[in-house]
C-alpha cells in the first residue's frame, strides 16, 4: 500500500493531538508523522503507532518531502506557513478560518460537498466547527428541497475554547462548591452554572464572528449563495460536544416523516427521534465519535414550508480533526 508523509502543523493543541489519534484510528496510510508546534514544545515524544515520535519546531524547512499537512494552528501561523506548505509540493488541509471564505480555496465537508476539494490548488479548508455539525444534519433536507431560510442557536461546549476552557469551566465548578469568588479568565464571564450569548467579537449588525460563519460558511459548503442564516451562539457548561437548533424554510413544504427518511439515510448522520421514548440527541451521547445525531424534527408552526431540529455533535472529532482526516482521505485514496 502507498504511504505518504504526513504532518500536523500545531500538533500539541486539542485538534492536533485529535488528529493524531484519528489518523491512528482510521489506519491512513502514513509512512512518516512530523508533528510540528512552537520551539517550547519542540523535543517532547509521543506515541504513533506504537512509535516514539518526537516534535518539531515548526519553520518553512520543516514541510520539504511532505505530502500532506494537517492544520490545527490559529490564523497567523497557517498564513505563515501556507506559501512554504505549497512550494514543499503538500496539501494543506487547514482548520483555521483563514482560507475559508477564499474563492479558490474550497470549504468541505465531505459527506456533503466532498466533490469540491479535488478542485484544490494546494489548500483545502476545514469548516467551522457549527457549521460542520448543522450543515451535515441539513444537507439531506437540502438535497429534498432547496433551503431558502435558517434559525440557528447553537449551544457550544467549553472544550471549544480549547484545554483552558475545560480547565477553567472544572475550576469554576469546584471554587464555587467551595464557597469561593471566582475570575474569569478564559470567557469573559462566568462559565459554570451560566451561559455566555456570546462567542467572537462583533462583526455585522450585532452578530458577532461566530454567528456570522454559518451563514458565510454554510452558503459555500451547502452551494446556496443566497441562503439567509440569522445565528445566535452561546457557549454553555458542557464539557464536549456541541449541540444546535435549526429551523429552516424550504422552496416546498417537507413532511416530518420525508424529512426523518432522508435524515436516517444520510451519510454521517444518525437519527435519534423518539420524544415519547426521551430519545434525542444529547452532548453525553454524542462525545468521542464522529457521527451527528439529529432528532426533535418538527413542523415549524410558523411558515408551512418549515422545519426544526435538534443535531449535536463532537466538535473537536467531526467539527475538527475527523472532518480533516476525512478530506486526507479523499485527496490521498487507499492505492
Not at 60 to 66: D, L, P, T
Request: hydrophobic share 40%.
Amino acid at each position: 500500500m502507498k504511504t505518504y508523509t504526513v504532518a500536523i502543523l500545531g500538533a500539541t493543541g486539542a485538534v492536533g493531538q485529535e488528529m493524531r489519534k484519528i489518523l491512528e484510528e482510521r489506519d491512513f496510510p502514513v509512512g512518516e508523522l512530523r508533528l510540528l508546534a512552537s520551539a517550547r514544545s519542540a523535543g517532547r515524544e509521543v506515541s504513533f503507532r506504537g512509535r516514539t515520535v518526537t516534535i518539531r519546531e515548526a519553520t518553512e524547512e520543516a514541510f520539504q518531502g511532505v505530502d500532506l499537512v494537517l492544520g490545527a494552528a490559529e490564523n497567523d501561523i497557517a498564513l505563515r506557513f501556507a506559501p512554504a506548505i505549497r512550494a514543499a509540493g503538500a496539501v494543506f488541509v487547514d482548520n483555521s478560518s483563514a482560507f475559508r471564505l477564499d474563492p479558490q480555496v474550497p470549504l468541505v465537508v465531505p459527506e456533503v460537498n466532498g466533490a469540491d476539494a479535488l478542485k484544490n490548488e494546494g489548500i483545502v479548508a476545514n469548516p467551522n466547527c457549527s457549521t460542520i455539525i448543522t450543515v451535515t444534519a441539513v444537507a439531506a433536507l437540502n438535497r429534498l428541497s432547496p433551503i431558502r431560510t435558517m434559525v440557528a442557536s447553537t449551544y457550544q461546549a467549553v472544550s471549544g475554547a480549547g484545554t483552558g476552557g475545560i480547565a477553567e469551566l472544572r475550576q469554576q465548578v469546584t471554587e464555587l462548591e467551595a464557597g469561593r469568588e471566582v475570575t474569569p479568565k478564559v470567557f469573559s464571564h462566568q462559565i459554570a452554572y451560566n451561559l455566555i450569548p456570546q462567542i467572537g467579537g462583533e462583526q455585522y449588525e450585532g452578530y458577532t464572528s461566530e454567528e456570522m460563519k454559518l451563514q458565510n460558511e454554510g452558503r459555500k459548503i451547502l452551494h446556496r449563495p443566497e441562503m439567509a442564516v440569522s445565528c445566535t451562539c452561546v457557549r454553555v457548561p458542557v464539557v464536549r460536544s456541541h449541540s444546535i437548533s435549526v429551523t429552516l424554510t424550504f422552496d416546498r413544504p417537507i413532511s416530518v416523516e420525508e424529512a426523518r427518511a432522508a435524515i436516517a439515510a444520510a451519510p454521517g448522520c444518525r437519527l435519534t427521534d423518539d420524544l415519547k421514548a426521551g430519545v434525542y440527541p444529547m452532548p453525553l451521547d454524542t462525545s468521542d465519535q464522529d457521527l451527528v445525531f439529529v432528532g426533535r424534527i418538527r413542523p415549524d408552526l410558523t411558515n408551512p414550508k418549515g422545519l426544526t431540529l435538534w443535531c449535536c455533535g463532537d466538535q473537536i472529532r467531526k467539527g475538527a480533526a475527523t472532518n480533516a482526516v476525512q478530506i486526507a482521505e479523499l485527496l490521498f485514496p487507499r492505492a
